[in-house]
């Protein structure tokens, strides 16, 4: 039986695509844009953290506006379902230790 409540752990057999959206909005401070943010940053940091991890069958990929720019920085991962919204450098860590490597979402920052 299926439920519509997102679920707290995930499998760890899928391979991964972790998507960031890059998207930047020009109508200034009132429209604010993960990419007005750090979102090319979190790639760059993703990337080199799973390097070290190595975990290195997950792909990370710049995406495009998932219309949530008020949530940004957006993040989503494949196949899990999972969106994850705020996300800063300071999550990273924490985003990679527990869901990437022990399949448990991060609830604090799931968008649902
Ligand atoms: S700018 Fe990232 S969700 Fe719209």
């Given at each position: 039986m299926q439920t519509s409540r997102p679920s707290s752990s995930v499998s760890q057999e899928k391979k991964r695509k972790i998507s960031i959206c890059v998207h930047v909005r020009n109508g200034g401070p009132e429209s604010p844009s993960c990419g007005g943010q750090e979102s090319r940053v979190l790639i760059k940091e993703l990337t080199e953290l799973l390097v070290k991890k190595n975990l290195t069958d997950i792909t990370v990929a710049e995406s495009r506006c998932m219309g949530l720019c008020e949530n940004g920085c957006m993040m989503y991962i494949e196949p899990d379902d999972v969106r994850y919204q705020n996300?800063?450098?300071?999550d990273l860590n924490e985003i990679v230790s527990s869901h990437l490597m022990q399949g448990q979402v991060v609830k604090r920052l799931r968008f649902v």
């Open positions: 996300v800063k450098l300071s």
